[in-house]
């Protein structure tokens, strides 16, 4: 059974920014694609960005230009900076491995950008 473990949400204001962490024990990441998936109460969950083994990176119209997926080999864990947050981003956000669909889904962190 893989264990996922975000980190990193929290209340932040529009126009800031966190970072969320997602630590894969027993996960390669040199060899298995990481994603982010968010789901805003009443809204479909969506996939907001992937990042392959070979690092190469997508992401979801919404984050484009804001957000950056990156990950850390040696560490197993996967990163999403997410700067100029709005209110729209507000969600709880979800570490995958694998995309579309995931092989396995982390906890889940809440994301909340309000003044």
């Known amino acids: 059974q893989v264990h996922l473990v975000e980190s990193g949400g929290g209340l932040v204001q529009p126009g800031g920014f966190l970072r969320l962490s997602c630590v894969a024990p027993?996960?390669?990441?040199?060899?298995?694609?990481m994603g982010w998936y968010r789901q805003a109460p009443g809204k479909q969950r969506e996939l907001v960005a992937v990042?392959?083994?070979?690092?190469?990176?997508n992401y979801a119209d919404s984050a484009k230009g804001r957000f950056t997926i990156s990950k850390d080999n040696a560490k197993n864990t996967v990163y999403l900076q997410m700067n100029t947050l709005k209110p729209e981003d507000t969600a709880a956000y979800y570490c995958?491995?694998?995309?579309?669909?995931?092989?396995?889904w982390g906890q889940g962190t809440q994301v909340t950008v309000s003044s």
């Open positions: 990042i392959t083994s070979l690092s190469n990176t």
């Open positions: 995958t491995v694998g995309w579309d669909p995931p092989e396995y």
């Open positions: 027993g996960i390669i990441s040199s060899i298995y694609g």
